[in-house]
């Protein structure tokens, strides 16, 4: 099968290329357009592979769509393109409503228009999927329930909406057209070849640099986290197994506080890093500082990733600790990368502050 997967320069995107090439007999068409955020130096291994293939392609570009599947012929397209950064779109949203929803609608149209002109066996066999996040649900909090495919949608910044968006444009594009959609929604991603703007790295980072931790708010809010590496195994399945129309959600069963993530983060690097320690400090923890929270802050996320499991066979690989301990000894064998990252524009300066 060929694969055409979209932001496959990402974090999430580069996990499934690499799944792909590393783990089965697939072929990856890459596109990515390598915002700030792409990173094609997360695919040194996979780029190598006779079965890889780059395109440096904007998602919002029509024409450059049509003739990436002409050449390419893909037999389906994995949908990971977007604006992903809650911090990002308090302070810039028009960004997040060009890619994740204008992007979204030109690919769909690219890929029914390629779609329509298959014969009969080979449109029968095209998926389309779009992976999305648990965010478009909303805020879970003063209960104990957790997300369902069939939970409302209750968005609450502007990465969310425009997430809500564009699920919405792909349900109704199966609904209308009879295009063969899924959607997959996640909760929240961790593990290596992670943009340091997002919580796990950004305090690792800050701590070996000895600068302050910040936390929003009192630290309690709650997130379902999910290892990458899983999460690339669980959308592998989903393209290949799953039944055209639904959704599945994908979740990891760890449930955290955010100062629980830092301090066990903290712990870790005191066992792992000590002897890269800054001047001065003390314990890594002590430089955790409580800082105000985000505008519009969401104060749990939690995903019933049964329907997945029962209908696919997918469950993860990693606990929270083991995946955990993964990330921060592959952060700290690969310096190189993140130093390279911290070069550019990006110095891990907090965003999103706005008023």
Known sequence: ??????????FIGSAVVRELIAHSQHSVINVDCLTYAGNIESLADAASSSRYAFEQVNICDRAALDRVFAEHQPDAVMH???????????????????TNITGTYTLLEAARAYWSGLDASRREAFRFHHISTDEVYGDLHGTDDLFLETTPYAPSSPYSASKAASDHLVRAWQRTY??????????????????????????????????????????LQIRD?????????ALIRVVTTGEVGETYNIGGHNEQTNIHVVRTLCALLEELAADRKPAGVARYEDLITFVKDRPGHDARYAIDASKIERELGWVPQESFDSGLRKTVQWYLANEAWWQRVLSGAYQLQRIGATQ
């Not at 099968?1 to 990402?10: E, S």
């Not at 990971?80 to 060009?98: C, N, T, W, Y």
């Open 1 to 10: 099968m060929k694969i055409l997967v979209t932001g496959g320069a990402g």
């Open 80 to 98: 990971l393109a977007a604006e992903s950064h809650v911090d990002r779109s308090i302070d810039g949203p028009g960004e997040f409503i060009h």
């Open 178 to 219: 009879g295009f063969p959609t899924l959607i997959t929604n996640c909760s929240n991603n961790y593990g290596p070849y992670h943009f340091p703007e997002k919580l796990i790295p950004h305090v690792m980072l800050n701590a070996l640099a000895g600068k302050p931790l910040p936390v929003y708010g009192d630290g």
């Open 225 to 233: 986290w999910l290892y990458v590496e899983d999460h690339a195994r």
